[in-house]
């Protein structure tokens, strides 16, 4: 059975960084697609980031290209979010995803599991 553990959110300020994390495991995942989701109060989910485990292809959403990062570590079993020049904007509930599919996933329901997610606040 798939866990994802995220962690990592806190409050930081306008133009700060932050790096989550989110620990895999119950499965092999290097057939898998890996994928960051953002969830504002009254929005709908948002993508964020995938990433294809095997190879590290990534792909971003418009409104965080050139700021967050997506990556992998293999021995570790856990892939990242680092984010940069933080805006009011980014608040969310941050998820991480997966889906056993070894190619680039931007729509949540093509997922099949979550984690619990971790509250970003960044402050203007």
């Known amino acids: 059975q798939v866990q994802l553990v995220e962690s990592g959110g806190g409050l930081v300020q306008t133009g700060g960084s932050l790096r989550l994390s989110c620990a895999a495991s119950?499965?092999?995942?290097?057939?898998?697609?890996m994928g960051w989701f953002r969830q504002a109060p009254g929005k709908e989910r948002e993508f964020v980031a995938t990433i294809r485990w095997s190879g590290g292809s990534t792909y971003y959403g418009d409104s965080v290209k050139g700021r967050f990062t997506i990556s992998r570590d293999n021995a570790e079993n856990k892939v990242y979010l680092q984010m940069n020049s933080l805006k009011p904007e980014d608040t969310a509930v941050y998820y991480c995803a997966a889906a056993p599919r070894p190619i680039l996933i931007t729509i949540a329901t093509n997922y099949n599991n979550w984690g619990q997610g971790t509250q970003v606040t960044v402050s203007s």
């Open positions: 119950g499965r092999t995942f290097s057939s898998y697609a």
